[in-house]
């Protein structure tokens, strides 16, 4: 499983390379905008410039509206800042047709710019508190569209967590239909360390966080320590372990 941080700003994207060996992928955002609020191009280049070269920078494009020009220019814009990994929030799609016609736009805007960069069609664990598209729904979004994973995060940050919305066996059926489809499947929301065995376990591909990495768990006041990214990659290295040695013991 992977693990991608999400920092605010040039200052927390430092904080994160003093703890790059234990992370994946870098993802900027800007949480005062939303669950997955985009941030400004200069930020997104400066932090492309901060982070090792090495480690993958992803841009969450915001929680958007249907409007499919609007957020493929936008989308293009984060992968021209220095992007990768292009994550859009399908919060404006009340339908999967909807979702698909966004998705289609982002990918062809990016990929014909850059076409090995990876983009992910995020919906919300908690779709059912905002009107937009059904959890379960975004793996066959991702693979109509050209979208390279399927991704679920918390609309509402509340205190609620990905599993109070979609419990575990919801979310392993989701980690199924992206991998039949031949994406990867992210999941994050208010994720905690006490949710790495069931991540880990329906074989997730990448656990997305930024609350349990930050100072006091708050994800707004709080700033990203990178011991406690460390704490958290050992917990996911720990699982790791445990679930290839229950793996190896039932074969
Ligand atoms: O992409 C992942 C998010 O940054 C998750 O943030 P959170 O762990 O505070 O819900």
Redesign the pocket.
Known sequence: MLL???PDSVEEALDCAQAAEHLDIV?V?K?DEG??GANFPWVIRAIRDAVPADKPVSA?VGDVPYKPGTVAQAALGAAVSGATYI?VGLYGCTTPEQAVDVMRGVARAVKDYRPDAFVVA?GYADAHRIGCVNPLALPDIARRSGSDAA?L??AV?DGT?LFDHVPPDVCAQFVRLAHEADLLA?L????TVEDLGALTRIGTDIV???????EGGD?TAGRIQPRLVAAFRAEMDRHARECAAAVATAS
């Open positions: 991608l941080i999400s993802d955002k949480p669950s997955l969450t994550k995020s991704m995060d918390t940050k967590r992210a994050a929301g208010s994720v997305g966080v930024r609350g349990a990495v930050c994800r």
